[in-house]
T-cell receptor, first 114, second 116 residues
Framework: RKEVEQDPGPFNVPEGATVAFNCTYS??????FFWYRQDCRKEPKLLMS???SGNEDGRFTAQLNRASQYISLLIRDSKLSDSATYLC???????????????FGTGTLLAVQP | DAGVTQSPTHLIKTRGQQVTLRCSPK?????VSWYQQALGQGPQFIFQYYEEEERQRGNFPDRFSGHQFPNYSSELNVNALLLGDSALYLC???????????????FGAGSRLTVL
């Protein structure tokens, strides 16, 4: 079983639609959770951290359910510029490292259509 | 902009050759991590360098090695290249913290390696 699992998509949605991405993780000891965005042939960039209480940043809402080991990302009022791959990320076990390594899912491809 | 810089951006090698990729971390960062991203996959952790030592390592063979210099820059070396080593190699820098909490990584644009 993969440590972080996501539906690879693609998700094809019209502009203005609401779209939800889901992710599950296997390591119950994980402490930090993120969504990264990656544009085609570019590097991943942090979209937002995910907290148990849920957090919102404009049109983006992230939720964490520790009991179910489940993370979600909701995008409201989709824009063409939201088209990208969305990567679910959790921190891996720290074997004495300076900072935690990150475990990435395979990513979910979103294509927003005009 | 003192972000993470990587070189070269693209390179082509043949099987059996060796390659060295370079990374300069974001200004103020002292930790460098390397990730491999194959086509259609998420990045996979290779290893991490801090204080010029390898601190953590992912599931990669010994053909993958690295180094960190006193100025915090880093190199990734891959020996005896295989076709399967073709990927985007990402360098990410961060600032070491005592508590292993939510540390933010800054990624470079990557080095795209093609092995023929």
């Amino acid at each position: 079983r993969k440590e972080v699992e996501q539906d690879p998509g693609p998700f094809n949605v019209p502009e203005g639609a609401t779209v939800a991405f889901n992710c599950t993780y296997s390591n119950s000891a994980s402490q930090s959770f993120f969504w990264y965005r990656q544009d085609c042939r570019k590097e991943p960039k942090l979209l937002m951290s995910v907290y148990s209480s849920g957090n919102e940043d404009g049109r983006f809402t992230a939720q964490l359910n520790r009991a179910s080991q489940y993370i979600s990302l909701l995008i409201r009022d989709s824009k063409l510029s939201d088209s990208a791959t969305y990567l679910c990320v959790v921190n891996g076990k720290n074997y004495g490292g300076a900072t935690n390594k990150l475990i990435f899912g395979t990513g979910t491809l979103l294509a927003v259509q005009p | 902009d003192a972000g993470v810089t990587q070189s070269p951006t693209h390179l082509i090698k043949t099987r059996g050759q060796q390659v060295t990729l370079r990374c300069s971390p974001k200004s103020g960062h002292d930790t460098v991590s390397w990730y491999q991203q194959a086509l259609g996959q998420g990045p996979q952790f290779i290893f991490q360098y801090y204080e010029e030592e390898e601190r953590q390592r992912g599931n990669f063979p010994d053909r993958f090695s690295g180094h960190q210099f006193p100025n915090y820059s880093s190199e990734l070396n891959v020996n005896a290249l295989l076709l399967g080593d073709s990927a985007l190699y990402l360098c990410a820098s961060s600032l070491a913290v005592e508590y292993s909490g939510a540390n933010v990584l800054t990624f470079g644009a990557g080095s795209r390696l093609t092995v023929l």
